[in-house]
């Protein structure tokens, strides 16, 4: 599993011809403020992309709403919670815990932003193309494979580049962060590390169309 994600990775890197420094996006974005605003902005102009081609119109989010500890917004009544990140379909939009997300990015690189947002994106796209919207084990490897397709989409597209070495950097994130909304950890509830890997390659290999 691992390492056909690193296979994957490798090959993009080839075809495009790529090496370089440290930071995912092309830009050259090496702030964690800055790799979250690129992490978004070019995950919502990729969906756009998409459903624009299904004849479709992308609806951004309302919101993307950082916050530190306990003093999220609330979503449906129910309360955030420290070290998270989420959509709220009730509202549109989403959140997350910046102290969080910035240790994650400062102690495991900038694939933590790379990964949590465009799963988060791939919930609030679930919700568009889906009635009845919920979360479940299902949901949840659907968004990663989201995250796969989009990753590597903008990779194939050269807003993003990656590096040898990526490939772990994005699986360790993938095990430790990849979606801790729900108590990710508990395996009967949001599936495996491996069955998340697994959706997250399906992505990369297939590209969104294959999720
Ligand atoms: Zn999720």
């Not at 988060?120 to 949840?140: I, P």
Request: proline residues 5%; negative net charge; charged residues 20%.
């Amino acid at each position: 599993m691992r390492r056909s994600l690193a296979v994957v990775l490798v090959l993009l890197l080839a075809a495009c011809g790529l090496s370089r420094p440290a930071s995912l996006d092309a830009s050259g974005a090496d702030t964690f403020e800055g790799d979250v605003r690129t992490a978004r902005e070019l995950t919502e102009a990729f969906w756009k992309q998409q459903f624009s081609t299904l004849g479709r119109t992308y609806r951004p989010v309302a919101d993307f709403v950082p916050y530190s500890g306990t003093s999220g917004p609330s979503c449906g009544g129910e309360p955030s919670v420290p070290n998270n990140a989420f959509y709220c379909p009730a509202g549109h939009f989403i959140a997350y815990d910046q102290d969080w997300m910035e240790s994650l990015w400062t102690e495991m690189g900038d694939g933590s932003v790379y990964l949590i947002i465009p799963h988060e994106f791939g919930h609030s796209v679930q919700a568009q193309l889906r009635a009845g919207f919920e979360l479940n084990v299902q949901a949840e490897l659907q968004a990663d494979c989201y995250a796969g397709g989009t990753l590597a989409s903008l990779v194939n597209a050269g807003a993003l580049r990656v590096e040898p070495g990526d490939e772990d950097e994005l699986f360790r994130n993938l095990e430790a962060a990849g979606d801790p909304t729900d108590d990710w950890l508990n395996p009967s509830a949001h599936g495996t590390a491996e069955q998340r890997q697994q959706a997250f390659t399906n992505g990369v290999q297939g590209g969104v169309a294959a999720c």
